[in-house]
């Protein structure tokens, strides 16, 4: 099972922008902003009682964010379960028959280990798995 909803991912064009939106429409507070250059995204995450907000703004047309954004246009694009073992997540959700789009995970925001299953096999929602490295073994 998961531990819990992590965050919501909602693509953006403007980051600076958007933050200020969910400041002022919903008193949201702005935690942190990072750049992920796997993903070629800056994010912004905003505290929303137990879990966050991760607004998502591509940093060149590579970024699948960037895609989305040109296709869809700004809007919800993901949700984030924490795990606590994304391997072992991962091969129980092959084998339930969820479709990877990470075999392995790979290095996301806050230096968590983070995979991706495909919309296509969870019901249209674009699903990311992310387990919090622990100070040894990021230093491993
Ligand atoms: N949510 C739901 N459906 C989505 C989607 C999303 N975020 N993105 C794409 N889709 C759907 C499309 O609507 C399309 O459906 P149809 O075939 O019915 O039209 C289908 O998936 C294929 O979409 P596409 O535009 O052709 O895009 P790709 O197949 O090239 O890529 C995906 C889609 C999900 C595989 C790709 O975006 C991906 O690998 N995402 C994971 C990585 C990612 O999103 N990173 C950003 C977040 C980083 C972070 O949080 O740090």
Known sequence: PVEQLDHIGIAVNDLEASVAF?????????????????QSVRVAFLTAGSTHLELLCPT???AAVAK?????????HHIAFSVKDIERSLA??????LALIDQQPRLGAGGKKIA??????????????????MEDEAHA
């Not at 969910?22 to 796997?38: H, N, P, S, W």
């Not at 129980?92 to 028959?97: F, H, K, P, Q, V």
């Open 68 to 76: 989305f954004l040109a296709k869809r246009g700004p809007g919800l």
């Open 22 to 38: 969910y400041e002022q429409a919903f008193g949201l507070k702005l935690e942190r902003i990072e750049t992920v250059a796997d």
């Open 92 to 97: 129980a959700a092959a084998e339930r028959g």
């Open 60 to 62: 060149d047309e590579r």
């Open 116 to 133: 991706f299953l495909h919309p296509k096999s969870t019901g249209g929602v674009l699903t990311e798995y992310c387990q919090t490295v």
